[in-house]
Structures are given as C-alpha cells and as structure tokens.
C-alpha cells in the first residue's frame, strides 16, 4: 500500500505503482463510446497514462488539458487519462473543452486500480483512482512512475515528458 495525502488528511490505496523497468500491467478501460481499450492498443507507441480520481475536479480537469496541449509535442507517444469516472462525463469533458489529443478510459468496469496499484481503498476518495502519471515504452515496459503525493496538487509533466 502507498500512503497518499487529500488536504494533508493521509489515505491509502490498493498498492504501489509498478515499478520502472518492468513490463506494464494489462488493463481494460471503457472509452466515451463504451467500447473496451486496453495496453495492447497502444503497442508500437510510447504512452503516458494521466491517472485522477474526477475530471469533474480543478486539478484533474488541469491535468487533462495539459496533457492534451502536450501530446501534439511529443512524436510517437499517445496519452491515455484515466479515471473513475463514467465515459459520459469524460465525454461532455473532453466535447465542452475541445479535448482532442488525449483518449480517457474509464477504471469503472475494470480492476485497473487495483493492477496499478491506485485505487483509493480509504477516505473520503475511497474507490476512485489516486493521481498519477505512469509512462510506458513501446515495448510496454514502464519507464517512469509518479504517484503524486498531495492529491490537491498537479502531477509533475516535465519529468514525464523528459523520459521520452
């Protein structure tokens, strides 16, 4: 279990992010048009997964919209954002927003969480996923892993980008 903090409040979830140098874990996600995505759909790519627990947030919403802006700056690399939340949100999101560079997969009907190793398993966030950022190779095997540790505050997107 990783101890995270919500306003300084500490929380746990379900694990620890897998470890850099090891091949990501497989996951299925629900995107906008409930259709299933899944790791195997990014092979031959590099990805970054932006982790949150609500797009219905600032930080999240924040988050969303920078790594949109980022993915039309990094060559071969899709970014997938991942949350809790239901593909309809993430698509009225993304629609109200002009986000169009990112894909979002909804953890609602998957055991992502638990496989990353972010789900919230207690506080007030129990459930939802806990922020942060996980880049994967082409190969699928991890490169970089942030779990950010005050849930309130941004994910550090440089240090993603930099290690592609």
């Known amino acids: 279990m990783a101890t995270v903090t919500l306003k300084g409040n500490a929380f746990q ?18 995107k906008t048009d409930l259709s299933e995505i899944s790791l195997k759909d990014f092979a031959g790519s590099r990805l970054i997964l932006n982790i949150f627990p609500s797009v219905d947030t600032g ?3 924040t988050s969303v919209r920078t790594f949109n802006k980022k993915a ?15 593909p309809f949100a ?3 999101f993304c629609g109200a927003e002009g986000i169009d560079n990112v894909t979002t997969g909804s953890s609602f009907r998957s055991d992502f969480g638990k496989a990353y190793g972010v ?16 880049v994967i ?25 930099a290690v592609l």
């Open 13 to 30: 979830t379900a694990g620890n992010l897998p470890s850099v140098g090891q091949k990501a874990p497989d996951f299925k996600l629900v």
């Open 59 to 61: 930080v999240c919403a």
């Open 72 to 86: 039309s700056e990094l060559k071969n690399t899709k970014i997938l954002c991942v949350s809790a939340d239901l």
């Open 90 to 92: 993430a698509a009225r």
């Open 119 to 134: 789900d919230f398993v207690s506080g007030p966030l129990a459930g939802l996923l806990s922020r942060s950022v996980v």
């Open 137 to 161: 190779d082409e190969q699928g095997v991890v490169l970089y892993t942030e779990q950010v540790a005050e849930t309130t505050e941004e994910p550090n997107y440089e240090g993603a980008a």
